[in-house]
Structure formats: C-alpha cells, structure tokens
DNA sequence: TTGTAGGCGTTATCAA
DNA sequence: TTGATAACGCCTACAA
C-alpha cells in the first residue's frame, strides 16, 4: 500500500541501490541519475519505511522515558525539557507511565524494545530488570536514583537545600515542625530532603505519611496533624502539591499561614508562585534535568562518552510569604 | 548481539517457525515441542525484536500525538489519559511538541512514519500534510479542530459555555470588558470562545491580544489594560494562565480583586483552585477528551468503526471567587 | 505436528 | 558510476 525503494527505483528505471545512495548521499551517484531518482520520488511521493531503515541501520533514533505519572507539573515539566533536546538531537521520543499498570516489567521491556535508550525516573523501573537492561548494554540515564554501574545518574540536589530551608525556618523561631510526605523508598528525593531537614531540626521535627504526593494527600494529612491540639507551627512538605493541599487545609480549619502556621513546599511548580500566600519552596530545575538527560542519553548512545557520569544539579531556595514575615515581603 | 529467533530455534533443536508458533500461539505445536521452545526462550532470555515483529505484521502498536507545547497544564493533562488508555490497549505513545521547532512538517512526517494512527491538536500539523496522511489512510483524530472528512473530531464545548459565563457576569453588573488572549486562528477554541461571550456582550466586550497563552502574556497584557483610564471592570481571560498573570497584575497595581476587578479563565486548571480569590473558570474535561482520543483512534486502527466521528464533549462552568460576590461564598 | 522458504523495506558490501 | 545480493529479525503460507 505505502510505496517502497522498488517501485521508485523501476520508475526512475534503475537499482534500489542507487536510489539508496542518492537519497542519503552515501555514495557516488551522476547528477543525471540523481536528478531521475528525485524525480521519481516526488512524483511517486516516497518515503523510506521507517522499519526498513532502522532494521537496516540496527538502531530506533527513538528514546525513551519511563516515569511514575503525568498528573503534576513536576514530571511533565521534565519530560518538556528531555523531549525539546531529543527532538534537537533528530531522536523521537516514546512515553510510558507506570502508575497504575498492572504489568509494569513487561511494559519497561516492550519500551525497550524500541529504543536505543532509556530513561528512568526513581525506581518505576524494576531493579532486576535493570540490571537486565544494562547487562545487554541498554544506554541507560537514571533520575533521582542511586547512582548505579553501568548508568548515568542525574538528579538536583536536595540533602544541603534541605538544610538551608530548615535553617531558615528555624530563624522564624519554631519550635515544633512536621515533615509532611515522608519518604517511602530509600535514597529517593525524599529520603534526601528528610535526612537534610532532619538533621537540622532534630528531634524537633516529625516525619507524617501522606497517601501519595498529591494536593489531596497534602489536604487530608493536614487536617489530621492540624487538628491535634499539639499541633507543628511549621509544615516542610516534601513537595509543592502536598504544600498546597496543607494549605487548604489550614484555610478550612481558620488558620492563617504564615501568622498561625508556616508552610513550605518543593520544586517550585507554577501554583506555588500563585497561592495566596505564595508558597516558599526550593527550586529545581526541572526542565534542564530533562535536557540533560537527553543529551547525556545521546552521548551513551552515540558512544561519544565511555564512562558514567553521576551529576547534581544545584537547586534554590526560594522565599515568598507562606514561611513567616521578612522585612521586605515581596509575593513575587 | 541480541539473541534471535534463530538461535532460540537451534538450542530448543526446532525450526524458527515453531519458535514462532510457540510463542504466539498461532497454530499447532505439540506440548513436548512447547517445552523444549520455552526453555530455551527462557535460558537465552529472548524477546523478539520489535522491529522484525512490526515489519512482519505491517503494525507498529503504537500511536502518535502532536500538540503544541507542553508547558501548561493543559496538554499534559490531555496527554495523561490518552497515554493511560493507549497503554490499555497495548500501543506505545511516541509524542511530538512543535512549539519551536524548526521544521515541524518534516517531524509530523517522520512520526507518522513510527506508528499506526495520529492524534492531533489544533492546526499544529501543516493542512496539506495533512490531507496527505488522510489520503495514504492513516488513522487521524483530531482535538479542537474543524472537522474534516476522513478523521475523528473531538473537542470541548466552548460556544455555550461562553454565553453561560458571560450571562453569569452579566449579572454581576459589570458594563465593560475586555476578552484577555483574543483568537489567532478561525475555529479554534478561543475563536469560538469569542464567539459565545461577545455574541452576549456585544459591544461591551473588547477584544485583547496576547502575545502567547501564558501567565507572562496575560500579566503583560493585563497591565496594559488595567492602566487605562477607562479600564474594564471585568477580564474574561481565554485561558486560566492568561487568567493567572491577570491576577498578578491587578495585585501589583492594587487592584483587589473581585472589589475593584472581575477575572475569569478556562480549564480549571490546578493553580486555579489554590489562586486567592480563586478563580472563576470553565472545566474541561481535558483526561476525558484524551482517553477518549485514544479509543477513537483504536477504533479506527483497529477498523472496527468505519465512519467518522465528531464529538463535543460537555464543559462545566465553575463559580468561585474571582467574579464577584455571592451570596453562599465557597472557596471550593 | 513440523520445516522450508518467501516476504516485509531498507542499507551496504562487493563486483562489474 | 551502477547493480546484484546478502543481511537485518520476524511471521506465515505451503509442503511435508
């Protein structure tokens, strides 16, 4: 039904080798003939069958990206930045998310199967499968993740924000804090934060679980915590969508933030720069990750780069309203 | 490098065809053959290429998606459950963002290249190329689009909702606004925007560019507007970051808002909810349209569906702070 | 029940 | 400068 290299190569009456050549200038072909094969093919409206080209050439010019979900600005904001720099690089980019799926091993592996490299995000990916991948020589980048053989790992740093935020917090004078959104695995992002802001705050600092990191988690473990008549005079959320469901809930419970409660998030997604009070948190790049996760992708596709590299992006704490009063208030 | 039907077939001492048929269950194999294929399978941890599956079946299982950007909420939102149903039903997502991108006609081309059927947003594919991938039957479903013969059309209601929301100002009072982020394109979803709130306003409505639909756009624009002597008393926005930066500007220029100022948006997005005053909107179902997207387009992959289908899907006008007072105010 | 062989659409090597 | 032809990895009639 599509046309093919033959048919071009009869109507232009000579090889499909030759068309070949011609079309990707990858050997001597007389202008003549040249000039037949162009011929040929726009009247024939050709184009080469992606499959044909990349069975041939053994390789996608595909990349992919496996993360836990697309519902907040943070891993979209990622895929945005990783997407723009693929594209650049002439790599299409093929998506998949895990949340939810019931299979995840098997979907990570079809994945596979049709890139020349993978990124992952945290632990989506099952570690033997992994292991598995990088084993059969898969270029593989990981985000926020322990660094691994065999793997570029890339992630923003979070261990001496934290601690900065904590100090600066504890500047405002509290004395009772929760850390809203504690960590679930091990040397995630999370664990970072709590192990920085922990080690500032002391055993004045209680780590709360919430369901998940969503605005509705954020809500209903605040009201839970705000309810209790001991309640934290400050909220360290793990991230900015737990942040603003805190402060919903203090809005519910008539508390005013900053006067009554402080509260922080994570990341600097665009609703923290909107809430009222604006929410302090501490930035992370989050587009720049995902082109530099395409470009170091690219480099262990392409083999420009042998070793792995294992890179921290600096972050940055960002002050607005929700944290107390500062001389100089500025909601930007 | 990687293992091969050929070399499972000689370890389990079959031919590639029963290998084949053994591992899809597409025609008869003896159980002691089965065993023998599997184990081997098993041992050379083999997964057929996709790439040789894909040649041979003339399928790719995947789909496509092109849309503008995906800095907003808006798209990812969209994109987020058009990959979870896409995934359902066993097909990868290769996506495509042309925001600034040199030569998209070539990138739309090249993605249809890598899948089975295409869903697009708007007009960010070039109309001839197009009517081109309609011609060779390639699998198309449109999302806020005029509707064209060949392809599936989805989009959101927007003509009724805009009168809705306009009478809804109305009766507030308001005598003069200003429509902040005015259409580009005829029959996109602004356009009909427009179309709904000034076929109710009439002359009291005016028009306003911006130079994109973003916070940075309507806080720009809105200054401008909101400087003059004769300002508007309401800011119908065309969107909840236009909206947003709206907002912005009114606080900077000591505009309270709903006092002194009415803002509405479009989407309901999430920063509008956590917005102070929160903000008056119009909810599209945006996950809803994209599952819907992707079922469509199976549809029409799959050929179970022949005709084509236009749909619009219902929208619901959101009430909250930013238009005024109520008389039961609920900052939901 | 199993194997042979042709086809899917390219690229690239090697002769001519 | 060009053309056969062998990969690339799989699926599937068709034959045995």
Redesign the interface.
């Known amino acids: ?2 046309v093919t290299i033959y048919q071009v190569a009869q109507r232009a009456g000579v090889s499909i080798a030759t068309v070949s050549r011609a079309l990707r200038g990858t050997g001597p072909v007389s202008s003549k003939t040249r000039q037949k094969v162009l011929k040929a093919v726009e009247e024939l ?1 050709f ?1 080469p ?4 080209v ?2 041939a050439e053994g390789r ?1 010019a ?1 990349n992919g990206i496996v993360f836990p ?5 943070y891993y ?2 990622v ?2 930045g990783y ?2 720099v693929a ?1 650049e690089l002439g790599r ?6 895990t949340k ?2 019931p299979n995840v091993r098997e ?1 990570v ?3 596979a ?2 890139v020349d490299g993978l990124v992952v995000f945290g632990r989506t990916a099952p570690d033997d499968l992994v292991a ?1 991948l990088i084993g ?2 898969m270029p593989l980048v990981f985000i926020s993740r322990e660094p691994m053989a065999g793997a570029d790992t890339l992630r923003s740093e979070n261990i001496e924000s934290a601690r900065k935020l904590a100090l600066h917090l504890r500047g405002h004078g509290y004395t009772r804090y929760a850390f809203l959104g504690a960590p679930y695995a091990p040397g995630d992002d999370i664990s970072q934060r709590w192990e920085g802001v922990s080690g500032v705050l002391g055993e004045r600092i209680e780590p709360v679980l919430t369901a998940e990191y969503t ?1 509705e988690s954020g809500h209903e473990a605040a009201l839970r915590l705000l309810r209790s008549p001991n309640r934290p005079q400050a909220l360290i959320c793990s991230d900015d ?1 737990v942040a ?1 469901g805190a ?2 809930a203090a ?1 519910e419970l008539g508390l005013a933030v900053p006067d009554d409660l402080a509260v922080t998030g994570w990341d600097d997604i ?2 923290a720069r ?3 009070p604006a929410l302090t948190t501490i930035r992370q790049p989050m587009r720049e990750m995902g082109a530099r996760a395409a470009r170091a992708l690219d480099e262990l596709i392409s083999g420009v780069r042998e070793t792995c590299a294992h890179l921290n992006l600096a972050t940055e704490l960002v002050i607005r309203a929700s944290c107390g009063h500062h001389p100089q208030e500025d ?1 930007k």
Do not use: F
């Open positions: 039904m599509d409206n184009t069958s992606r499959l044909g990349s069975l996608h595909a979900n697309l519902a907040g600005p979209t904001e895929l945005l997407e723009e594209a299409s980019v093929v998506i998949l998310s939810g799926r979907a592996k079809e994945l199967g049709r598995e059969v020589g605005v969508e603003l402060l919903l809005e665009m609703a909107h809430a009222r909601h």
